[in-house]
């Protein structure tokens, strides 16, 4: 069974990780994060810094 984990930035979604065969898949739910849309990691902390590198790269408009 695969399980779905959040991927947070300034309190809001950038996308989820979905668990599967010792892999992630992450799915985008921001535009800003399409880039990461359907890459793979070998953890949910790799995912997480991949969300925050990208973002570091950029300037989001702050969650509300």
Do not use: C, H, W, Y
């Not at 979905?18 to 892999?23: I, Q």
């Not at 070998?42 to 702050?62: F, I, K, M, Y």
């Amino acid at each position: 069974m695969s399980k779905a984990i959040v991927i947070e930035v300034q309190g809001g979604a950038a996308g989820i990780v979905v668990g599967s065969n010792g892999r992630f898949r992450f799915f985008s739910s921001q535009p800003a994060f399409d880039g990461l849309d359907g890459k793979t990691f070998r953890s949910v902390e790799q995912a997480n810094r991949a969300v925050a590198d990208r973002r570091a790269g950029q300037r989001l408009p702050r969650a509300a």
